[in-house]
Nanobody, 112 residues
Framework: QVHLVESGGGLVQPGGSLRLSCTAS?????MGWYRQAPGKQRELVAT???????NYADSVKGRFTISRDNAKNTVYLQMNSLKAEDTAVYYC?????????WGQGTQVTVSS
């Protein structure tokens, strides 16, 4: 059975930083993060393949960095210069072929 365990969300002031972590029970081809703000659709934040290919949403380029530790089956999202509009539930996503898995979500709130 596949599990994705997320951690690292919380409340931070604008301009602050947070790091999210997601550990999977197996090593996936692609892991990443999506987010969903209230009243909005879930959107891509960043993904990273086993080979190191990244994809970022334009809104987070230059502020967020995705990385992974393949030995630990863990993906990280370092979020810097956070803005109020980054407030959302962040979901870990893992993909292998046609298989797609989601974490339970972790709340990130950016507010003064």
């Amino acid at each position: 059975q596949v599990h994705l365990v997320e951690s690292g969300g919380g409340l931070v002031q604008p301009g602050g930083s947070l790091r999210l972590s997601c550990t999977a029970s197996i090593n996936f081809f692609r892991m990443g993060w999506y987010r969903q703000a209230p009243g909005k659709q879930r959107e891509l934040v960043a993904t990273l393949t086993r080979a190191g290919n990244t994809n970022y949403a334009d809104s987070v380029k230059g502020r967020f960095t995705i990385s992974r530790d393949n030995a630990k089956n863990t993906v990280y999202l370092q979020m810097n210069s956070l803005k109020a509009e980054d407030t959302a539930v962040y979901y870990c996503n893992a993909a292998e072929g046609s298989l797609l898995y989601w974490g339970q979500g972790t709340q990130v709130t950016v507010s003064s």
